[in-house]
């Protein structure tokens, strides 16, 4: 515990040895953990790459915690689960797609005429957000980028893409029921 915390107190002052140590030591048994929640080594090595990527970008605000094995491997749990469920969303999504098109053939033309007008409504809405919220959306709905990712490319805080993301669901939640009740 103590040479945690000393561990810890040298990777907040930037001692890149430190971190290393960290990391040649727990990168191969995190690997293995993860990939028996994922199932794929490169799926685990990344998820494991991208935990110490941003142990070391956000160290400086990093916690006191009692071990550092043990915050490393929940946090990898917990970022394979976010993993399965985001494959799990995609799934749900492509499945939901595939129902909508083949309905598409049941449509009255007054259905497909509103749907249409919805569409543009959304897309209207969406080019109307400020340019980073629009980008962040973009990236995250239509390039099913996770928040890590889109926080690693625009070098932006996490917090920051979910306070985009909710100010965006939120535009296009008012949006849209403004449109159903106004039909």
Request: proline share 2%; hydrophobic share 35%; glycine share 2%.
């Amino acid at each position: 515990m103590l040479n945690d915390l000393i561990l810890i107190g040298k990777i907040k002052e930037g001692d890149i040895k430190a971190y290393e140590g960290l990391f040649r030591l727990y990168y191969e048994p995190l690997c293995r953990y993860a990939v028996t929640y994922v199932n794929r080594m490169e799926i685990a090595e990344e998820i494991v790459q991208d935990l110490f990527y941003i142990f070391w970008k956000e160290r400086s605000k990093l916690p006191v915690f009692q071990s550092v094995k043990a915050y490393l491997y929940g946090a990898v749990r917990n970022r394979s689960l976010q993993h399965i469920e985001h494959l799990l969303v995609q799934d749900k999504y492509r499945e939901e797609r595939l129902n909508d098109d083949t309905d598409n053939d049941f449509q009255t033309p007054l259905e497909s005429l509103e749907y249409k007008e919805l569409q543009e409504r959304v897309e209207k809405t969406i080019q109307n957000f400020p340019e980073r919220r629009q980008r962040i959306f973009r990236m995250h709905r239509f390039e099913g980028k996770k928040y890590t990712e889109i926080s690693a490319e625009l070098a932006l805080s996490v917090k920051t893409i979910e306070a985009e993301m909710t100010k965006a669901l939120q535009t296009l939640r008012k949006e849209i029921d403004l449109y159903i009740h106004t039909r």
